[in-house]
């Protein structure tokens, strides 16, 4: 019988090695693999963090000493990024975001996480398109049955796709882009608090530089179309932060699985494939322990930057030419 080289029979996944879908699938009623890696997490961070600082002495040691460590070094970092009048306020969102995130990329690398799961039957997402097309199949090939065309088109003999009961929430796009809206929704909050929208207005719009007289005039319109290019790249934040958080760890994934099942596709047998799963995703495994933290990183990063953007203005220029700031951080310039 010749090789099978149509869309239905390529998007069959290996029945060896779970193939990493695109959406996150649900596990039971609405509750996604995502959500249940994500519970997870946060269960374990909450847990950690509750018995570190349940009994916090002078001198810490353990996992208060840990969890002191984390905290600091992160109001650190984000103190000299925003300064110290908004770090206060901007440093519970960024290390909660950092944290999770981290936490999140590396529980995804866990033993088990996308490979532990039941079988579901590809005949129940074929329906009876494929009955169909096997039908015409049968007709038009004789000895060659209905029901077999269409175990065929649905998955192989009746093999069937593994859904994991658990997923990276980072690898689900609903989580980066609901991460990326709640950052959003507190950067405006951070904003108007800190310049007002007067302020937010005539940051964007506003001349800069501190021109004056005539030429502040005639660049008007230029700064204004200036602002209008900034109010576009403002909307699409949200898009950037969580595409490129869940493009990674999402490779990164597909990256893995594909790994483990290269013996299977290569036509190797039983041994070498069950050797190939181990060894060969192994060395990527590091690469993925560097992406991990690389990505939480850049996320955080980048909405501390985003923060110090849109308050640097209040904090230098609100004293009306005093610049004499103590709580000034070095290196608030303006981006512009």
């Known amino acids: 019988m010749p090789f099978d080289f149509s869309a239905a029979a390529l998007s069959v996944p290996s029945p060896l090695v779970a193939a990493v879908s695109l959406t996150a699938e649900p596990v039971f009623g609405p509750v996604t693999n995502s959500i249940v890696m994500a519970v997870i997490v946060c269960g ?3 847990f950690f ?3 570190a600082m349940k009994n916090p002495k002078l001198v810490p040691d353990g996992r208060q000493n840990v969890v002191e460590f984390v905290a600091e070094f992160l109001y650190s970092q984000v103190e000299a990024i925003v300064g110290k009048k ?3 306020r901007a440093f519970p969102l960024l290390a909660t975001i950092f944290v999770f995130v981290l936490v999140n990329n590396y529980f995804g690398l866990l033993p088990g996480v996308g490979s532990i799961g039941w079988m579901e039957d590809h005949g129940a997402h074929a329906g009876h398109g494929a009955h169909a097309v096997a039908a015409e199949h049968a007709s038009a090939e004789p000895g060659v049955t209905a029901e077999s065309e269409a175990e065929s088109a649905a998955g192989g003999h009746g093999e069937g796709h593994m859904i994991p009961w658990f997923r990276p929430g980072s690898a689900d796009l ?3 882009l609901a991460l990326a809206l709640v950052f959003m929704i507190v950067w405006i909050w951070l904003t108007v608090r800190e310049v007002g929208i007067w302020g937010f207005i005539v940051h964007t719009f506003g001349p800069k530089g501190g021109l004056q007289g ?3 005039y005639a660049l008007l319109p230029i700064f204004i179309f200036v602002g209008l290019i900034e109010i576009v790249s ?4 949200p898009v950037s932060l969580s595409l490129r958080l869940f493009g ?6 597909t990256l893995l699985h594909a790994m483990g099942g290269l013996m299977g596709d290569l036509g190797f047998g039983a041994v070498p494939q069950f050797f190939g799963k181990i060894l060969l995703p192994l060395p990527f495994y590091f690469l993925e322990l560097l992406v991990g933290v690389l990505q939480a990183t850049v996320f955080t990063l980048l909405c501390a930057v985003y923060i110090q953007l849109s308050t640097a203005h209040d904090e230098e220029h609100g004293d009306h030419g005093d610049h004499s700031h103590d709580d000034a951080a070095p290196g608030h310039a303006h981006a512009h």
Not at 234 to 237: A, E, M, N
Not at 248 to 253: L, T, W
């Open 44 to 46: 374990v961070i909450t």
């Open 234 to 237: 403002i909307i699409f934040r």
């Open 248 to 253: 990674n760890i999402f490779a990164g994934e």
């Open 174 to 176: 609903n989580f980066t």
């Open 49 to 51: 963090v509750r018995r």
């Open 86 to 88: 908004v770090a206060p």
């Open 214 to 216: 005539f030429i502040k």
